[in-house]
């Protein structure tokens, strides 16, 4: 599918947004109160406003959530969110087509990359045209003050698209006091990339201002024997740049006020070994929320959110004609695709008496999109929410932290949708836990699912049923050892099937069309995770985990494509206190992937990568420092994905890699305040 979220390049506006930025950190160097570690995470300003600490409330009564801070990202040195997502969170497979800022394979405890909802600062930024085309390549890794994964179906308070969990990028946060960082590298690639940040407060005004700029010629992304001579275009550039602003006003201490501003635009080739001379995606994409938190006690709080999704995108290929060199044939030239998501969503959370709360609210999502390229005409939807979950209290049960709750969705188009949950924690001792965690999810139709009308091609269905899934998690953790050789361990077990299944499996023979419908089939999802972390001393951190996926679809009995069959992750971090430098080493190996393609079933993955990282900080306070990063240490070639197109000579079908990422080295300087 010749899909990306491909962005069109504006360096003026990125270099002015820089420059202002870096002129605010020079003007306020003098004034800064940050002093010693250098970790901007201690000076964040943080209220317990409902609307921001839903994911750690769900983590409270049974859901699993790993946290992935901004210290983790920046001594990592990962310059987008998924490469980040790949090496430290366990369980969570991710593979980028063509290294950064490309589409990615995402799977979730086994789950489809479909089955996943992304958030930013908790409002929904999933592609509504495609289920399979993730945001990630939009998100720079320097605008994350953290990553909050949620495991399991998470349909009660996020709605569609959460059947496997949801994954919440939270940007960066306020402070009282004025800081920032500016930082501008480059790479082996012939990339360099610059950023940059700044956060202060005036009385009861706080803002945030924030810009990022990612610039490469990238890397050939199909292996010499993979091309065809018709095949031209062969480095993989992409151009992509953020800006964005966040706004809060307190009104006081219980009513507070925020708002979101981000813009991403740029342009990112669209990689194929045959035919391509030039093919690309250009886009501009703008995302705006607001809220409203009160908190009238702890008893009594509520907020209201809003927010407004612009997506619009342009795709150009321009092929080479077999047998007349210098000739184009125009397959496509600036066709649109885009979408509008608009939604506003209210919650409350009402303490009923000593023993139990009630969480209960409203959401409401519209929705608008067209795609000229593989024809979805113009059309519009809403859906209409109403859910409720009750809490014990600890004064109840004060080692017992039991939740239920329940969600009825009214579509516009296809059939409603009502889902249940249940969850529960456990603390048998002060060191020992276990958690539950089940109930029903669902997934709505996509726009191409719904709309789609491509002549001798394919056909939607707006009487589509939402997919739905079943899922239950259950895990034993706890931690042994004291506060500087501490040890955390988790065991879990995953169980998800997923039914009512959205394919194009039905023929129209007048037409020649596929057409959507709804299958017998079922996805039927068991696996198990170990995940060890730990405090060594001296400076010595780290954490290995292990997944084993066991995704079948029940018509085949056959592992489901693109989900590998294990994931095997570990991290070790050096951060020693009374030095200046540090080094972080990631492996993550994959296990058997499957594809299928022209000749039917065929096998990828089995891959081990091994990433190196190393910071030397210039100054005694930790101002000034240089990170070195060194992806695929081994430089290891293997396939991130496989694709199918045909030779030049005779037409005929075959088998290609999409390269993952070669031995690149990325050298970055930051100044911090």
């Given at each position: 599918?010749?899909?990306?979220?491909?962005?069109?390049?504006?360096?003026?506006?990125?270099?002015?947004?820089?420059?202002?930025?870096?002129?605010?950190?020079?003007?306020?160097?003098?004034?800064?109160?940050?002093?010693?570690?250098?970790?901007?995470?201690?000076?964040?300003?943080?209220?317990?406003?409902?609307?921001?600490?839903?994911?750690?409330?769900?983590?409270?009564?049974?859901?699993?959530?790993?946290?992935?801070?901004?210290?983790?990202?920046?001594?990592?040195?990962?310059?987008?969110?998924?490469?980040?997502?790949?090496?430290?969170?366990?369980?969570?497979?991710?593979?980028?087509?063509?290294?950064?800022?490309?589409?990615?394979?995402?799977?979730?405890?086994?789950?489809?990359?479909?089955?996943?909802?992304?958030?930013?600062?908790?409002?929904?930024?999933?592609?509504?045209?495609?289920?399979?085309?993730?945001?990630?390549?939009?998100?720079?890794?320097?605008?994350?003050?953290?990553?909050?994964?949620?495991?399991?179906?998470?349909?009660?308070?996020?709605?569609?698209?959460?059947?496997?969990?949801?994954?919440?990028?939270?940007?960066?946060?306020?402070?009282?006091?004025?800081?920032?960082?500016?930082?501008?590298?480059?790479?082996?690639?012939?990339?360099?990339?610059?950023?940059?940040?700044?956060?202060?407060?005036?009385?009861?005004?706080?803002?945030?201002?924030?810009?990022?700029?990612?610039?490469?010629?990238?890397?050939?992304?199909?292996?010499?024997?993979?091309?065809?001579?018709?095949?031209?275009?062969?480095?993989?550039?992409?151009?992509?740049?953020?800006?964005?602003?966040?706004?809060?006003?307190?009104?006081?201490?219980?009513?507070?006020?925020?708002?979101?501003?981000?813009?991403?635009?740029?342009?990112?080739?669209?990689?194929?070994?045959?035919?391509?001379?030039?093919?690309?995606?250009?886009?501009?994409?703008?995302?705006?929320?607001?809220?409203?938190?009160?908190?009238?006690?702890?008893?009594?709080?509520f907020f209201v959110k809003a927010y407004g999704?612009?997506?619009?995108?342009?795709?150009?290929?321009?092929?080479?004609?077999?047998?007349?060199?210098?000739?184009?044939?125009?397959?496509?030239?600036?066709?649109?695709?885009?979408?509008?998501?608009?939604?506003?969503?209210?919650?409350?959370?009402?303490?009923?008496?000593?023993?139990?709360?009630?969480?209960?609210?409203?959401?409401?999502?519209?929705?608008?999109?067209?795609?000229?390229?593989?024809?979805?005409q113009k059309e519009s939807e809403h859906v209409?929410?109403?859910?409720a979950q009750i809490r014990n209290t600890p004064?109840?049960?004060?080692?017992?932290?039991?939740?239920?709750?329940?969600?009825?969705?009214?579509?516009?188009?296809?059939?409603?949708?009502?889902?249940?949950?249940?969850?529960?924690?456990?603390?048998?001792?002060?060191?020992?836990?276990?958690?539950?965690?089940?109930?029903?999810?669902?997934?709505?139709?996509?726009?191409?699912?719904?709309?789609?009308?491509?002549?001798?091609?394919?056909?939607?269905?707006?009487?589509?049923?939402?997919?739905?899934?079943?899922?239950?998690?259950?895990?034993?953790?706890?931690?042994?050892?004291?506060?500087?050789?501490?040890?955390?361990?988790?065991?879990?077990?995953?169980?998800?099937?997923?039914?009512?299944?959205?394919?194009?499996?039905?023929?129209?023979?007048?037409?020649?069309?596929?057409?959507?419908?709804?299958?017998?089939?079922?996805?039927?999802?068991?696996?198990?995770?170990?995940?060890?972390?730990?405090?060594?001393?001296?400076?010595?951190?780290?954490?290995?985990?292990?997944?084993?996926?066991?995704?079948?679809?029940?018509?085949?009995?056959?592992?489901?494509?693109?989900?590998?069959?294990?994931?095997?992750?570990?991290?070790?971090?050096?951060?020693?206190?009374?030095?200046?430098?540090?080094?972080?080493?990631?492996?993550?190996?994959?296990?058997?992937?499957?594809?299928?393609?022209?000749?039917?079933?065929?096998?990828?993955?089995?891959?081990?990568?091994?990433?190196?990282?190393?910071?030397?900080?210039?100054?005694?306070?930790?101002?000034?420092?240089?990170?070195?990063?060194?992806?695929?240490?081994?430089?290891?070639?293997?396939?991130?994905?496989?694709?199918?197109?045909?030779?030049?000579?005779?037409?005929?079908?075959?088998?290609?890699?999409?390269?993952?990422?070669?031995?690149?080295?990325?050298?970055?300087?930051?100044?911090?305040?």
């Amino acid at each position: 599918m010749r899909r990306g979220c491909k962005l069109a390049m504006r360096k003026g506006a990125v270099s002015m947004a820089v420059a202002a930025i870096a002129a605010g950190v020079q003007g306020e160097v003098q004034a800064s109160e940050t002093a010693g570690s250098g970790d901007l995470d201690q000076v964040v300003v943080t209220g317990q406003r409902l609307s921001e600490t839903l994911p750690q409330q769900l983590a409270e009564f049974g859901v699993k959530v790993e946290t992935i801070s901004a210290q983790q990202i920046r001594n990592g040195g990962y310059v987008d969110v998924s490469s980040a997502l790949q090496a430290l969170v366990p369980g969570l497979y991710v593979a980028s087509k063509n290294g950064p800022f490309d589409y990615v394979d995402i799977s979730l405890h086994g789950s489809r990359r479909q089955d996943v909802l992304w958030l930013v600062d908790g409002v929904r930024i999933n592609n509504r045209l495609y289920g399979g085309t993730t945001p990630l390549d939009t998100i720079p890794a320097s605008m994350v003050e953290r990553i909050e994964v949620l495991y399991g179906g998470q349909a009660l308070f996020y709605g569609t698209q959460s059947p496997a969990g949801a994954v919440n990028i939270v940007t960066k946060a306020f402070t009282l006091t004025p800081n920032g960082e500016v930082s501008l590298g480059g790479d082996s690639n012939n990339g360099w990339h610059v950023d940059a940040d700044f956060r202060n407060s005036v009385g009861k005004n706080q803002f945030v201002l924030f810009a990022s700029l990612d610039e490469s010629d990238g890397y050939q992304p199909h292996r010499d024997s993979d091309y065809q001579p018709s095949g031209t275009d062969r480095n993989r550039d992409y151009n992509v740049w953020t800006v964005g602003a966040k706004y809060g006003y307190e009104f006081g201490e219980n009513m507070r006020f925020e708002a979101l501003v981000q813009h991403n635009d740029g342009k990112l080739d669209f990689a194929q070994p045959a035919y391509t001379a030039t093919a690309f995606n250009e886009r501009s994409e703008n995302l705006v929320s607001t809220k409203l938190d009160y908190t009238i006690s702890d008893s009594l709080q509520f907020f209201v959110k809003a927010y407004g999704h612009w997506w619009d995108s342009h795709y150009t290929e321009f092929d080479n004609v077999i047998g007349s060199p210098g000739d184009l044939d125009v397959i496509d030239d600036h066709d649109y695709w885009g979408y509008r998501d608009y939604g506003l969503n209210a919650m409350a959370k009402v303490g009923l008496n000593t023993n139990f709360d009630l969480l209960f609210g409203y959401d409401f999502q519209a929705y608008s999109g067209s795609d000229a390229v593989l024809v979805i005409q113009k059309e519009s939807e809403h859906v209409n929410a109403l859910f409720a979950q009750i809490r014990n209290t600890p004064a109840l049960w004060p080692k017992v932290h039991l939740a239920a709750g329940v969600r009825y969705n009214d579509p516009s188009f296809g059939q409603e949708a009502t889902v249940w949950n249940v969850s529960g924690q456990f603390d048998f001792t002060d060191s020992f836990f276990g958690r539950l965690s089940g109930g029903t999810s669902f997934r709505l139709p996509t726009a191409e699912e719904l709309f789609a009308d491509d002549p001798n091609d394919e056909r939607g269905n707006p009487n589509l049923k939402p997919e739905r899934g079943q899922d239950l998690n259950v895990s034993l953790g706890g931690h042994f050892g004291i506060p500087e050789h501490r040890f955390d361990w988790e065991l879990s077990g995953f169980y998800r099937n997923v039914k009512d299944l959205i394919s194009f499996a039905e023929f129209d023979e007048d037409t020649n069309q596929d057409v959507a419908t709804n299958t017998a089939g079922e996805v039927k999802i068991r696996g198990v995770e170990v995940d060890l972390k730990a405090q060594l001393g001296a400076g010595f951190s780290g954490g290995v985990s292990y997944s084993y996926n066991h995704s079948r679809d029940a018509a085949t009995d056959l592992q489901i494509i693109r989900v590998p069959e294990y994931l095997a992750k570990a991290v070790l971090d050096y951060s020693p206190a009374n030095q200046r430098f540090g080094a972080t080493v990631t492996v993550n190996n994959v296990g058997k992937t499957f594809a299928n393609l022209w000749d039917g079933r065929e096998t990828y993955g089995k891959y081990t990568l091994v990433d190196l990282a190393g910071r030397v900080y210039l100054d005694a306070e930790r101002h000034s420092v240089i990170n070195l990063r060194i992806e695929n240490l081994f430089d290891k070639e293997y396939a991130a994905a496989l694709g199918t197109t045909q030779r030049d000579s005779d037409g005929s079908d075959y088998t290609y890699w999409n390269r993952g990422l070669p031995r690149t080295f990325t050298l970055r300087y930051s100044y911090r305040f």
